[in-house]
């Protein structure tokens, strides 16, 4: 009965989203209030009925209903609690249900929150925002019904993927859909904005937030699967440019740069096409990264769909989507006044690099990543687009958006003087170059890229404190009134400042895992032990043991630096019964400088197992830095001036420092 009622409110939901994508906008165009208020209405509706249809599907995966088929494919009824439900979302209907879950909710969010967006902005953004939830509920429905019956119920289900079994794979879809998924709000304003023929520094305030939410559950997502990766499949990495990691990271980086864009349309009127080229753009990624893994044209742990017909379901719903807003996009953007003027040494013009460095970077990772795929279409042989490519273009690519993250926010508005921004940041300028000499030393010549990187995160750790403490007049005003600048600067400011600085610390976690690590691989009997840099790993011993789904081998690792002990640690080979397959635990012991990490293999007591030993430093800085991102973004999302429906002249400070300061991004 349950099951019923989750499969007709999705039935419900469907027909409310034909109501809101088309009544609301003839109410816009007809200037008619009641049906302009039928968006707010049939959103909050919609997002309800949706919620009550994921609440049946995770019923059924809780009680173990195994007469819908999808719980029989993936679920058991040995699983442990977490994974019965995570299993909900662990395949391909049930993630799309958590995708319309996550779409109805911005559109709820917005219905709600957005009480003094202009009526009719609001009508048509709820409208585009009906359109896309018609065409997924559709989707589902008519091919992908997450709650299809069995006629026979089985006494039990054939399980979940046991790479999927894992708390980091339990919560990294949530996360990683509700900042793809948030992006169609970007998208949705943008494209009522053209219909409108009106952007403003208004509308950039009402998208910031929007864009700001999608971007933290983004970030926090992409590193929840990273982290994934890196203990759960063995291979001592956090990403290896896999296409369905690129799927995730080209709208992130396009997000970045909308984020970015949107400021000079709020503060200066400026890169108004631009910026709604970006909002459209950041959709269209998250939605090709959705065909990608769901049509059978990539082969992965995290793609869920291999039916060709699903495929071109989805296809057609991506020529529709960024066909028709590009279509409309290049009737329209013509007409959109270009806004107030600057020179390239300026605040705007920092911006703007900072967006077509980040733009051509993320086109970069897409080429890299359809290449292979078309050359599969066109029979002309198969090809393997890897690392060497990505760290070869994307690299060079991101050098000149980590030089501008720290002098674009100490240049003036409209026109800046680099010289003396430039001539300000000379501590920070010593400090990158004695760590890039510093590790130059430890690693020798063959080490000047990675050199170059820890210098590069040096300049943005510190430039990023740099920048608040010449707004706060820090040592050169009383302490007094470095106090009261702090308490009045904006907290945007504050999430701006802290964002940069995980960025830095993410960058210091990637240049010294990559660059640094020492791996060792070989076979060990109980008792070995083999060096690694300066650690010396011994195999303690190998037990049986028991887990609740499963069976393992745990490998006790004893790690000792010199005579002194450092810690004991398990690496586990998991075999899992119903699923018939096998997965590798690695034992990890972390610092603040880095990774101790095993990993066991293949073998017995009388032919002894392969391992492999690793030594990463710094790694987890990556964790650290995505965290403290995510954070910054945050703390952004709670300045009052995102909350408010018109942007406020606010004088700025002044200071002695070149003239940036005095503007508050």
Known sequence: ??????????????????????????????????????????????????????????????????????????????????????????????????????????????????RNLPPQLRARTLAIQGMIAFGFIAFMLFTSNPFERVLVPPENGQGLNPLLQDPGLAFHPPFL????????????FAVAALIEGKVDAAWARWVRPWTLA?????????????????????????????PVENASFIPWLFATALLHSAIVVEKRDALKSWTILLAILAFSMSLLGTFLVRSGVLTS????????????????LLIITIGGSLTLYTIRAPNLQPGGLFRPISREGGLLLNNLFLSVAALTVLLGTLYPLFLDVMDAGK????????????????????????????????????????????????????????????????????????????????GSLMELAYRAKLFRSSPHDTWRRLMQTPRSVYGMTIAHLGVGVLLAGIIGTTAFKTESVQNMNIGDSVSVSNYTFTLDRVEALKGPNYIAERAVFIIKEGANLIASINA????????????????????????????????????????????NPLTPWIWF?????????????????????????RKGFSSSAPRAVAGAK
């Open 1 to 114: 009965m349950i099951t019923e009622a989750g499969h007709f409110s999705l039935i419900s939901a469907f027909i409310l989203s034909a109501v809101q994508m088309s009544l609301p906008l003839y109410g816009a165009h007809k200037g008619e209030l009641r049906y302009m208020e039928l968006a707010r209405t049939t959103a909050i509706a919609q997002f309800s009925l949706v919620l009550i249809s994921f609440a049946a599907l995770i019923n059924a995966f809780v009680t173990s209903d195994f007469s819908v088929l999808n719980v029989v494919l993936n679920s058991h009824s040995d699983k442990p609690l977490l994974y019965r439900i995570s299993g909900a979302w662990g395949n391909h209907e049930g993630s799309l249900l958590l995708w319309v879950l996550i779409l109805t909710l911005f559109g709820a969010m917005v219905a709600i929150f957005g």
């Open 214 to 242: 999608a971007w933290c559950g983004l970030s926090i997502g992409i590193g929840l699967g990273s982290w994934w990766a890196y203990y759960e499949l063995g291979w001592g990495g956090f990403w290896f440019w896999d």
């Open 301 to 316: 742990v995290h793609a869920f769909a291999t039916d060709p017909e699903r495929g071109v379901f989805i296809l057609l």
């Open 625 to 649: 830095g995505t965290i403290i991102m995510a954070i910054g973004g945050m703390v952004s999302l709670t300045d009052r001036r995102l909350r408010i429906g018109a942007p406020a002249k």
């Open 383 to 462: 090809v393997s687009v890897g690392p060497p490519y990505f760290n070869a273009t994307f690299g060079p690519l991101m050098m000149p958006v980590l030089g501008a993250m720290v002098v674009g926010p100490l240049l003036s508005w409209k026109r800046g003087e680099l010289l003396s921004v430039i001539s300000a940041l000379w501590f920070v300028g010593l400090a990158a170059l004695g760590a890039t000499a510093i590790t130059l030393i430890y690693s020798g010549i063959e080490g000047i890229l990675p050199a170059i990187g820890v210098g590069a995160a040096v300049w943005i750790i510190i």
């Open 572 to 615: 586990e080979r998991r075999r899992y019964p119903v699923e018939r397959d096998m997965t590798t635990e690695a034992g990890i012991h972390s610092t603040w400088r880095g990774d101790l990490y095993a990993v066991i293999g293949e073998g017995n007591r009388a032919t002894g197992w392969t391992t492999r030993l690793y030594k």
């Open 177 to 188: 859909y509700f900042g793809y998924v948030g992006l169609s709000i970007s998208f949705s």
